[in-house]
């Protein structure tokens, strides 16, 4: 059984910078991708970054690239994600995810079999 668990969300500034961690239970964190994904009130969950099983291949939704940077230790099973100029509209609910099916995009909700329960990331104006 995997278990995964955000944390270091928060209420920020416009402007601020946060990182989220994402906590893995169990032994096979190094050998699976991750991804983080978030979901705004009254919006679809969807992709924000994925990283490979050993960081060495990064993947950004085009409109976070340059804010945004993924990250991983797979000696503390434990990935990143650092969020830089933070603005009103990155408010949502973010999620880490492993993903399992490696065919399907990094962007594809149906390549991940395990997920968080999410940390709230709140930016004010």
């Known amino acids: 059984q995997v278990q995964l668990v955000e944390s270091g969300g928060g209420l920020v500034q416009a402007g601020g910078s946060l990182r989220l961690s994402c906590a893995a239970s169990?032994?096979?964190?190094?050998?699976?991708?991750m991804g983080w994904f978030r979901q705004a009130p009254g919006k679809e969950r969807e992709f924000v970054a994925a990283?490979?099983?050993?960081?060495?291949?990064?993947y950004y939704a085009d409109s976070l690239k340059g804010r945004f940077t993924i990250s991983r230790d797979n000696v503390q099973n434990t990935m990143y994600l650092q969020m830089n100029s933070l603005k009103p509209e990155d408010t949502a609910i973010y999620y880490c995810?492993?993903?399992?099916?490696?065919?399907?995009?990094?962007?594809?909700?149906?390549?991940?079999?395990?997920w968080g329960q999410g940390t709230q990331v709140t930016v004010s104006s």
């Open positions: 995810a492993r993903r399992r099916l490696l065919l399907r995009p990094e962007s594809d909700l149906g390549a991940y079999d395990y």
């Open positions: 169990g032994r096979t964190f190094s050998s699976y991708a």
């Open positions: 990283i490979s099983w050993n960081g060495g291949s990064t």
